[in-house]
């Protein structure tokens, strides 16, 4: 289990750091609350749920507060 951890790890890690405006030399600081908030009305409804067990109705059913502190974490 730890290993596959490590791998998902290292997988996040790459797809972070090659993001637009990201490096390893300057914070990502390009994800903003109305960019957040645009994403998440652009989920398709009625689709199952992931591995996490939120589907796109959650998130857009949700009380707005979830948009900042999903833009926080």
């Given at each position: ?13 790459q797809s972070y750091y090659d993001y637009p405006h ?52």
């Open positions: 289990m730890y290993t596959q951890f490590a791998f998902l790890k290292q997988e996040f890690m990201c490096s390893l030399d300057l914070e990502c600081d390009t994800i903003t609350i109305n960019s957040v908030g645009s994403n998440i009305n652009k989920l398709q409804s009625g689709k199952a749920a992931g591995v996490d067990g939120i589907e796109a109705e959650h998130l857009k059913l949700a009380h707005p507060k979830v948009v900042t502190l999903l833009c926080t974490l």
